[in-house]
């Protein structure tokens, strides 16, 4: 563990975030254990600690949230915010979202995906430049979470930027809960009013209506306001990852033009592309624990009462676990990374997030096989706990 200041990395620090791959490398290689002395938190970079920790939910708990701003806030968090909760309280809220969030529905929602981005991507043929973020990233997983929960297209965008500017940071601050709005929920309220008295074939009206059993042994259905969470949860997660997913791609893929132009001649090869960014880049490069006892790391202790964050993507990278792990491989077979956590916490969303990443592009490349991005342009979203675009401008037909 570093402690002479010869390492330094901090979640707030947006020129770190910028590239924060070279001090995640040093850290895995130096400072396994890391402890930030400024924010009062410890950071594990490599893969076998990560893997060890992330489905290690008794020593490792959730139920103070799952960013270190919430977990240094010690706010409560209301019950049903699935994320932010341990099992078996997890678990029973877990199972139903599983029941309701089946492959079945995800695997319908392709075709309504794929029109939705011939209707975006159409009108910017023959363009010279767009961006990729205001046009395809920031409007596609909105309009599926929106097909998805059942809420008005007219209204989508008004949700999804509530959700980015929830999310947003000022340099070098964290997040700020304590005024505890951040779970308020009323945004989604009046559409589970109306859905009630009119139901429909979507996710909000299934969970209005889905009968389980609690944790204390009772068959009921939801609550409104255990549907509000729901709600937010799904809507919250959707959006902001999946988007990031596909603003990666675009930036990545113009780094490796000869890699672009194979998945542009053979669209077979997308879906191992898909999976190879979500290790490259993983929109969610860090997830947040609560040390509920002292639990040793390479010869030193974390103690109880600590947070404690896994370096997803550092340990992406490692390359005691993906050889070359620093270079974007289209053709790896990555196997288990991590993007998608571990555990009772694997991500419901991932099977609808590698859906959308590879219509997505699919239908990119199907118009536009050939881009650069304009750097100067090229801004990087100020959040802290997810990373990505906020714009990319993509130059066409380079």
Not at 27 to 55: I, Q, T, W
Not at 94 to 107: D, E, G, H, K, N
Not at 383 to 389: A, C, E, I, L, Q
Request: with cysteine; aromatic share 10%; hydrophobic share 40%.
């Amino acid at each position: 563990m570093s402690t002479d200041g010869a390492i330094y990395w901090d979640p707030y620090d947006l020129a770190l975030t910028a590239d924060p791959y070279p001090t995640y490398r040093r850290m895995r290689e130096e400072a396994p254990l890391y402890y930030n002395d400024k924010h009062d938190f410890y950071a594990v970079s490599r893969f076998a600690d990560c893997e060890r920790g992330l489905p290690d939910w008794r020593t490792f708990s959730s139920a103070k949230g799952a960013v270190l701003e919430l977990i240094k806030s010690g706010i409560e968090i209301p019950p049903g915010t699935l994320i932010f909760e341990d099992p078996p309280l997890h678990d029973v809220h877990r199972r139903l979202l599983v029941r309701v969030f089946t492959p079945r529905r995800i695997a319908a929602l392709e075709p309504m995906v794929r029109r939705f981005c011939a209707r975006t991507l159409d009108p910017l043929v023959g363009e010279r430049s767009f961006d990729l973020i205001s046009e395809v990233s920031a409007e596609m997983p909105m309009r599926v979470i929106g097909m998805l929960l059942g809420i008005p297209e007219a209204d989508q965008a008004a949700i999804r930027d509530t959700t980015d500017e929830s999310l947003r940071t000022e340099a070098g601050g964290p997040m700020d809960y304590s005024a505890g709005t951040h779970f308020t929920n009323e945004t989604f309220a009046d559409y589970i009013d109306w859905r009630r008295d009119h139901p429909s074939d979507d996710l909000m009206t299934t969970l209005l209506t889905a009968e389980f059993e609690d944790e204390n042994g009772v068959t009921r259905t939801l609550t409104r306001e255990e549907v509000i969470t729901y709600v937010t949860v799904v809507a919250g997660a959707g959006n902001e990852t999946t988007g990031r997913l596909i603003g990666w791609a675009g930036s990545t893929l113009a780094r490796h033009p000869d890699q672009r132009r194979e998945l542009a001649a053979d669209p077979a090869l997308i879906p191992g592309a898909v999976e190879e960014l979500l290790r490259f880049e993983p929109p969610g490069p860090f997830v947040g624990r609560y040390v509920t006892e002292d639990v040793e790391f390479h010869g030193a202790t974390v103690p109880a009462g600590s947070a404690i964050l896994f370096l997803v993507a550092a340990a992406n990278r490692d390359e005691a676990r993906y050889p070359d792990g620093e270079r974007f491989d289209i053709h790896r077979r990555a196997g288990q990374q991590l993007t998608f956590g571990l555990g009772a916490h694997y991500c419901l969303g991932a099977a609808l997030a590698r859906l959308e990443g590879r219509i997505a592009l699919e239908e990119i490349l199907k118009r536009f096989p050939d881009w650069d991005v304009d750097w100067a342009g090229a801004k990087l979203a100020p959040t802290s706990t997810v990373r990505g675009w906020e714009t990319l401008p993509l130059v066409i037909g380079h």
